[in-house]
């Protein structure tokens, strides 16, 4: 028996398993062993005293634009791995939308090659789900996938030619493939960079209306009702549109979704001054959507909150707010944020913890983000109540740029596991 | 934000001027009064007084403006300033120089003032976060944001005819969504406490919401006009056919071009305003533009007043140059 560990004392946290309590883990050989008693003839390797500590699976994230190969001065694989374990992330699904696209498994084995020399957190790789993610061939996703790719993804580039979309889907269905869309018409998008409402107009910039998402979801789900394919819509903005996903879900479509961390507390009304941190896309929307975007995480609707983490140097921000590049950094956010969202009494802890682990997890269908005996060792020891300052010092990302600069959060990783292995131990 | 954060020192004086909204009552009403003094010195024969003696004006125009330049340029030169024109159209931001390295380059020529006008919202509010604490920042407009100057220049010509704004209905007419200059009057009007602001065209070049900058709705120019004390007619770009937003501009001046014949649908001596240039026969008929009602031309004069007004007040809590040197 290698790598055995024991973690002892911690309130473990297993939503996928209905698992809230102080327990003993036992880890051996890169996976969970069993809970609560040990297995015959343990001999723990190192005890982490986890006492007044939570244990929870590690986190799973979909969104994450980690800048390598093409973009190394904003941000690289390895750093982002690091900056990842050390948030508790450890899957990060990574965007094909690189330079160049990952859309051939040459580039797919460099960015896999990248993460391996990390030895941080997992990277599990989006391939594209067009050549170049140009919206016009079909990239070859079945190499993709069988080289390791989990899904395959539009990256935030979405397919405007509707024929293109039903091949790709028809396509993904064949093989089983899980297509990540980012519900927005290209259309209805164009020059725009805020929501269409009233801070857009008093700031004088043009709006994305909430049609530009719902149309592109209204498109999406007849295909996939045409073809079966199943869709998973990446980054959802606004209340109608995770109304068109509940509804699709009962009516028992193959669809799942998820929302940007940033989306549950942010507004248009943050942009106000022209804050170029807070330009992303899709926009940040009124308080209504915020609302019942919260609303649907906290029932499940939407099952995975993501980073949708896109970090920048400081050039790219240092624009007037339509030039600015768009995207916020939030890889060293995303744990605490969801705790926050517990704080803030929206929904239990386990199901706080689900949005970020098995909910994610299930939507791509990763074998992760549960301690089910038998599952891969990633988890996270966290300090539920250590308070800590965002700030340049305290981030771990290459990429500064995120509007809550000087918050105060809560809840701080104390280790992470990959694999049973330590790959971040907070001093 | 609203505004006033950025533009006023802890006193309350103006720091730069980059938008009408939330600027306070009495100083928006000091501006008007300020540029009322400055009339008299144009109209003398020698036209300038040494308010801004020693300083250094830069007009950074990112976007070609004759007009608006022009009437910046001699109004700091009326306050004895230096002025350079700085055409960025041709110069080193085509180069691919950051916008913000030009700005340190600019600064390091000890300027005290920089007139901005860009192509993009915000960009007045970006220069004025990254100058120095000793540079001012006048917006001459920002993509669709703002022209608040050119909005106080037409609240003086409406105070010149008109005395108190608080009986006026004011209606705006034409293509609001992309006009800089319709949100600067609309806070302007809203500020000094006009009675109503209207606005008046159809859903495609209203801005989502509109209604919450304080202006009532139109879409039918025989409601909009009924009663008004004020015309402000914006100008129709021909772009706006190519974007799918109107159909064409005889159908948008059988809608909405201001004739005579609706003219008479207003007060009795209501005044007609334009913020030029004027496309007669798309949004306003010439005898309307000519006629007596028509108060465009007063515009361009005042136009240099009340740009003296603000340049000046910009610069008074700053200790002159002289002070500085003894």
Known sequence: ?427 | MNGRDIQLDEHGRLRHFLTTEGLPRDLLERILDTAGSFTGVIEKSIKTVPLLRGRTVINLFFEASTRTRTTFELAAKRLSSDVLNIDVATSATSKGESLLDMLRNLEAMQCDMFVVRHAESGAAHFIAEHVGDDVAVINAGDGRHAHPTQAMLDMYTIRRHKGAFEPLRVAIVGDILHSRVARSQIHALNGLGAGEVRVVGPRTLLPRDVERLGVHVYHDITEGLRDVDVVITLRLQRERMRGALLPSEQEYYQLYGITEERLALAKPDAIVMHPGPINRGVEIESAVADGERSVILNQVTNGIAVRMAIMSMCLEGRGTPAEEDA
């Open chain 1, 1 to 427: 028996m290698s790598g055995s560990t024991l973690i002892r004392g911690g309130r473990i946290v297993d939503p996928a398993e209905g698992v809230d309590r102080i327990a003993d883990l036992y880890v051996a050989d890169g996976r969970i062993i069993g809970l609560d008693t040990p297995p015959d003839g343990f001999q723990p390797q190192e005890t982490i005293d986890a006492a007044g500590k939570l244990v929870i699976p590690g986190l799973v994230d979909l969104a994450a634009h980690l800048r390598e190969p093409g973009a190394k001065h904003k941000a690289d694989i390895v750093h982002e791995l690091h900056a990842a374990a050390a948030g508790g992330i450890t899957t990060v699904c990574a965007s094909p939308a690189t330079q160049p696209v990952i859309d051939s498994t040459a580039v797919l084995e460099l960015v896999q090659g990248q993460a391996e020399k990390a030895g941080a957190s997992r990277l599990a790789p989006l391939g594209a789900l067009t050549a170049g993610l140009e919206g016009e061939h079909l990239s070859q996703m079945a190499a993709l996938t069988r080289a390791g790719c989990v899904a395959v993804s539009d990256g935030g580039r979405p397919v405007g030619n509707r024929l293109v979309l039903r091949r790709a889907l028809e396509y993904a269905a064949t093989y089983g493939i899980t297509v990540m869309l980012t519900p927005q018409d290209p259309d209805l998008t164009s020059g725009s960079a805020m929501h269409e409402g009233w801070v857009a107009t008093r700031l004088g910039i043009a709006g994305i209306p909430v049609a530009a998402e719902t149309t592109a979801l209204a498109v999406a789900l007849a295909l996939v009702e045409e073809t079966g394919a199943r869709v998973h819509f990446n980054r959802l903005s606004s209340a109608r549109g995770a109304a068109m996903v509940a509804r699709a879900r009962r009516e028992g479509l193959p669809v799942s979704a998820d929302v940007a961390m940033h989306q549950l507390f942010l507004t248009e009304m943050d942009v106000s001054g022209f804050a170029s941190l807070c330009n992303v896309m899709p926009p940040l929307r009124g308080e209504s959507d915020r609302s019942a975007l919260r609303r649907a995480v906290a029932d499940g609707t939407i099952e995975a909150v993501c980073s949708d983490h896109q970090p920048h140097d400081t050039d790219a921000k240092a624009a007037p707010f339509v030039a600015a590049e768009p995207g916020i950094s939030g890889l060293d956010t995303l744990l605490a944020l969801a705790l926050r969202l517990h704080d803030e009494n929206l929904l239990p802890l386990p199901d706080a913890i689900a949005r970020v682990t098995s909910g994610p997890a299930g939507a791509l269908g990763l074998a992760a983000g549960t301690l089910r005996p038998g599952a891969p060792a990633d988890l996270c020891v966290v300090d539920p109540s250590a308070p800590w300052w965002l700030t340049t010092e305290t981030m771990n990302s290459r990429g500064h740029n995120t509007p809550m600069l000087g918050w105060e959060l809560t809840g701080r990783v104390a280790r992470t596991l990959m694999d049973g292995v330590t790959v971040h131990r907070t001093a």
